[in-house]
């Protein structure tokens, strides 16, 4: 599944990126989201984008399809560490 399925208030944590641009991916990495990275979305707009998450110890906004290239797997509250 990709971070886009995701609603808010759902914690996930990254598996991975969907192939693709390379330059893109290293730009995601930098912001601190690379595989084994658990975040909560925090809110999503009503049109779905953006999306808001919380990361590493702040907040972070993505558009939809920034999101859709990162690859999720859900994750319980009591899972998170």
């Given at each position: 599944m990709t971070m886009a399925e995701l609603k808010a208030g759902?914690?996930?944590e990254?598996?991975?990126?969907?192939?693709g641009n390379a330059a893109y991916r290293a730009k995601l990495l930098a912001l601190g989201l690379t595989r084994g990275t658990?975040?909560?979305i925090i809110n999503v707009a009503p049109l779905g984008d953006p999306f808001?998450?919380?990361v590493r110890g702040y907040h972070l906004s993505l558009?939809?399809?920034e999101v859709g290239v990162i690859k999720v797997k859900k994750i319980g509250k009591d899972e998170v560490r």
């Open positions: 759902e914690y996930a990254i598996t991975g990126y969907t192939l658990q975040f909560k808001e998450l919380a558009r939809k399809d």
